[in-house]
Nanobody, 122 residues
């Protein structure tokens, strides 16, 4: 069974950096061409913060633009969210989503990681 496993969250001081990863594993995976990163803080709506599309184009929420970088290493079936100059308002649970995972048994749609907590202290 294919799943997305997130790692890299933790506690960091304001101004610091963290790098999150989202790795697909299990089954026979052909490709992961796009990924989205969302975050959700307590009492707030889920927010799309970064997106990488097939072909490598990227989009970022205005609040993180210039500070976060999204990437995919398809050979490793892993995506990343590099976060720098972190602010307390970045504190949230971060979730990766892969719209399409191509496997030997077909295409899996709307795949979510389990979430990883990022806490930025002031």
């Amino acid at each position: 069974q294919v799943q997305l496993v997130e790692s890299g969250g933790g506690l960091v001081q304001a101004g610091g950096s963290l790098s999150l990863s989202c790795a697909a594993s299990g089954g026979v995976i052909f490709s992961i061409n796009a990924m989205d990163w969302y975050r959700q803080a307590p009492g707030k709506q889920r927010e799309l913060v970064a997106q990488i599309n097939r072909g490598g184009s990227t989009n970022y929420a205005e609040s993180v633009k210039g500070r976060f970088t999204i990437s995919i290493d398809n050979a490793k079936h892993t995506g990343y969210l590099q976060m720098a100059s972190l602010k307390p308002e970045d504190t949230a649970v971060y979730y990766c989503n892969v719209p399409l995972i191509a496997t030997n048994r077909g295409i899996l749609r709307d795949n979510w990681g389990q979430g990883t907590q990022v806490t930025v202290s002031s």
